[in-house]
């Protein structure tokens, strides 16, 4: 009886040690974990104490007597003061030969074409004509400049037509509707030098112009709208000539130069008011410059224009040969340099920009015979 009641007293204070040994050994972690944890919290507090102390400026205010004075710097990163937003893509260059053209183009001018209708037909276009692509990034920022006044008619086949081609072309552009004021004497290259300035004075990263008349609509889209290392002429064979260049120094219709090269050449004569002139003077500009005009393929470079009567204030300039033959004489004088005129209205409509302008009236001709 003893010695069974000695072996449950011996299992009984096994029992009881190995539970003090137990309750010993959590104790011990506890111990420890509390010490980490004071000792992480003295570690933060003892590490900013010295910063402050070497870096004053980092925690003082800073210098408000200057709207834009920044804190020095302490060397090392500075958290965000707000979560950042979600970075916008990086998209590809657009390709030199767009995938999405059509090549030859049925172009006909007898269906009603309100302004409505072309708007619906471009929804990617922002107001006042401006269009960049989606879905790439273009080496080039092209201004379309179109010198205008009463061809309300075809400025809407011109929209019609061309806002999809350049959209196709993956351009990034503007259309710039250049308006002359008042009932004198048309100025086509005044107005065109009017919208080079105007252009630039809305987007200063234009770097590429297209000069183009406003009846004038290409027949293959494969026609690129760019600027090239030659200025450019577009329209070299249209139906009015019968597909033809009239003559081998013809340089009017559609034309494109880079920004250097416009100033290069003082950009457009201001001087020739009437019909015709200033687009061989435009050409001699271009020769005295030591630069040589680049044509695309016959081919490609077909255009219709749109019918219409004459305008009783654009009728020929009767000096225009006699002012041909001095390009050389006036050409430093007689360009963007000296282009004076007055911005009436500014208009941002749904697919282009109409700057209406007055360039001042033209001088008194002696009458002819």
Same mark, same amino acid.
């Not at 009881?16 to 137990?22: D, E, F, G, M, R």
């Not at 104490?49 to 804190?71: F, I, Q, V």
């Not at 037909?121 to 092209?142: F, H, I, K, M």
């Not at 112009?209 to 002429?233: A, E, K, T, W």
């Given at each position: 009886?003893?010695?069974?009641? $000695?072996?449950?007293?011996?299992?009984? *204070?096994k029992?009881?040690?190995? =539970? /003090?040994?137990?309750?010993?050994?959590?104790?011990?972690?506890?111990?420890?974990?509390?010490?980490?944890?004071?000792?992480?919290?003295?570690?933060?507090?003892?590490?900013?104490?010295?910063?402050?102390?070497?870096? &004053?400026?980092?925690?003082?205010?800073t210098? *408000?007597?200057?709207?834009n004075?920044?804190?020095?710097?302490?060397?090392?990163?500075?958290?965000?003061?707000?979560?950042?937003?979600?970075?916008?893509?990086?998209?590809? %260059? *657009?390709?030199?030969?767009? &995938?999405?053209?059509?090549?030859?183009?049925?172009?006909?001018?007898?269906?009603?074409?309100?302004?409505?209708?072309?708007?619906?037909?471009?929804?990617?276009?922002?107001l006042?004509?401006?269009?960049?692509?989606?879905? *790439?990034?273009?080496? #080039?920022?092209?201004?379309?400049?179109?010198?205008?006044?009463?061809?309300?008619?075809?400025?809407?086949?011109?929209?019609?037509?061309?806002h999809?081609?350049?959209?196709?072309?993956?351009?990034?552009?503007?259309?710039?509707?250049?308006? #002359?004021?008042?009932? +004198?004497?048309?100025?086509?290259?005044?107005? =065109?030098?009017? $919208?080079?300035?105007?252009?630039?004075?809305?987007?200063?990263?234009?770097? /590429?112009?297209?000069?183009?008349?406003?009846d004038?609509? %290409?027949?293959?889209? @494969?026609? =690129?709208?760019?600027?090239? +290392?030659?200025?450019?002429?577009?329209?070299?064979?249209?139906?009015?000539?019968?597909? @033809?260049?009239?003559?081998? $120094?013809?340089?009017?219709?559609?034309?494109?130069?880079?920004?250097? #090269?416009?100033?290069?050449?003082?950009?457009?004569?201001?001087e020739?008011?009437?019909? $015709?002139?200033? +687009? +061989?003077d435009?050409?001699?500009?271009?020769? =005295?410059?030591?630069?040589?005009?680049?044509? &695309?393929?016959?081919?490609?470079?077909?255009?219709?224009?749109?019918?219409?009567?004459?305008?009783?204030?654009?009728?020929?300039?009767?000096?225009?040969?006699?002012?041909? #033959?001095?390009?050389?004489?006036?050409?430093?004088?007689?360009?963007?340099?000296?282009v004076?005129?007055?911005?009436?209205?500014?208009?941002?409509?749904?697919?282009?920009?109409?700057?209406?302008?007055?360039?001042?009236? %033209?001088?008194?001709?002696?009458?002819?015979?």
């Amino acid at each position: 009886m003893s010695r069974l009641l $000695g072996g449950t007293l011996e299992r009984v *204070c096994k029992a009881v040690l190995l =539970l /003090c040994l137990l309750h010993f050994l959590v104790a011990v972690i506890l111990y420890f974990d509390v010490y980490a944890q004071h000792l992480a919290f003295f570690s933060r507090f003892s590490a900013r104490g010295p910063a402050r102390a070497l870096h &004053p400026a980092a925690s003082s205010s800073t210098n *408000c007597s200057r709207p834009n004075a920044t804190a020095p710097s302490s060397g090392l990163p500075e958290a965000p003061s707000a979560r950042p937003g979600p970075t916008a893509p990086v998209l590809p %260059p *657009c390709p030199d030969s767009p &995938p999405g053209l059509v090549g030859r183009l049925l172009i006909e001018f007898t269906s009603p074409m309100p302004l409505e209708r072309v708007q619906r037909e471009n929804p990617g276009v922002l107001l006042g004509g401006r269009y960049t692509p989606p879905d *790439c990034t273009p080496a #080039q920022t092209v201004a379309v400049i179109i010198p205008f006044r009463h061809r309300e008619h075809h400025l809407r086949y011109w929209l019609h037509y061309l806002h999809p081609i350049l959209r196709r072309q993956r351009l990034r552009y503007g259309i710039y509707v250049i308006n #002359q004021h008042g009932e +004198d004497t048309f100025n086509r290259a005044k107005l =065109l030098n009017v $919208g080079f300035l105007e252009a630039l004075k809305e987007d200063a990263t234009y770097n /590429c112009f297209i000069f183009s008349d406003v009846d004038l609509v %290409p027949m293959d889209d @494969r026609n =690129l709208y760019r600027c090239g +290392d030659q200025p450019r002429h577009f329209a070299i064979a249209m139906d009015k000539f019968g597909f @033809r260049l009239p003559y081998a $120094g013809y340089f009017g219709g559609v034309s494109g130069l880079n920004k250097s #090269q416009f100033l290069r050449i003082n950009g457009f004569p201001n001087e020739y008011w009437g019909w $015709g002139g200033e +687009d +061989d003077d435009i050409f001699n500009r271009i020769s =005295l410059a030591g630069m040589k005009i680049s044509r &695309p393929d016959v081919r490609i470079g077909r255009y219709r224009m749109i019918k219409h009567d004459r305008d009783k204030h654009n009728e020929p300039n009767p000096q225009r040969f006699t002012k041909i #033959q001095n390009t050389k004489l006036t050409m430093k004088r007689d360009g963007i340099g000296s282009v004076r005129y007055q911005v009436l209205e500014v208009s941002r409509q749904p697919l282009f920009t109409n700057i209406t302008v007055d360039i001042g009236r %033209p001088p008194s001709w002696p009458p002819r015979g």
